[in-house]
């Protein structure tokens, strides 16, 4: 039986990661594999500097997933894609970044209110 996510978004907001309660603090998980060739062995010193800069600013705040969509989430172009990390779970994917720096963070809320990421793409080509 496929699982699904989908159930718990909010299709009429696109700026809105699920219709949950958004006060609950921003967590970032690793569930599965990231996708191949935006993991973390593809990762330059550079990249994991983003990286680690990226997840800092958000965990040293003590963001909320509310603050975290607000300040983070990528709106233009395909925000909420939907995608099958495995072939029983389909989620919505989001793009994670600051300001019009080309490293995004890619991943899904799941029901236990996790940001799960999916990749990690330190040359994103479109930084709007």
């Known amino acids: 039986m496929k699982k699904s996510l989908t159930k718990e978004l909010n299709w009429d907001k696109?700026?809105?990661?699920?219709?949950?309660?958004k006060s609950y603090p921003f967590k970032?998980?690793?569930?599965?594999?990231?996708?191949?060739?935006?993991?973390f062995k593809s990762l330059t010193i550079s990249g994991l500097k983003n990286f680690h800069n990226l997840i800092y600013d958000i965990l040293s705040k003590k963001l909320t997933i509310a603050q975290v969509e607000k300040l983070y989430m990528r709106t233009h172009s395909k925000p909420l894609e939907k995608r099958w990390v495995s072939e029983q779970l389909e989620i919505r994917e989001i793009h994670l970044g600051?300001?019009?720096?080309?490293?995004?963070?890619?991943?899904?809320l799941n029901k236990d209110n996790y940001f799960v990421l999916?990749?990690?793409d330190p040359n994103h080509e479109y930084h709007d």
């Open 14 to 21: 696109k700026s809105e990661l699920s219709s949950k309660d």
């Open 28 to 39: 970032i998980a690793i569930i599965h594999e990231l996708d191949n060739g935006f993991d």
């Open 98 to 108: 600051k300001n019009r720096n080309p490293f995004r963070l890619f991943g899904y």
């Open 118 to 120: 999916t990749k990690i």
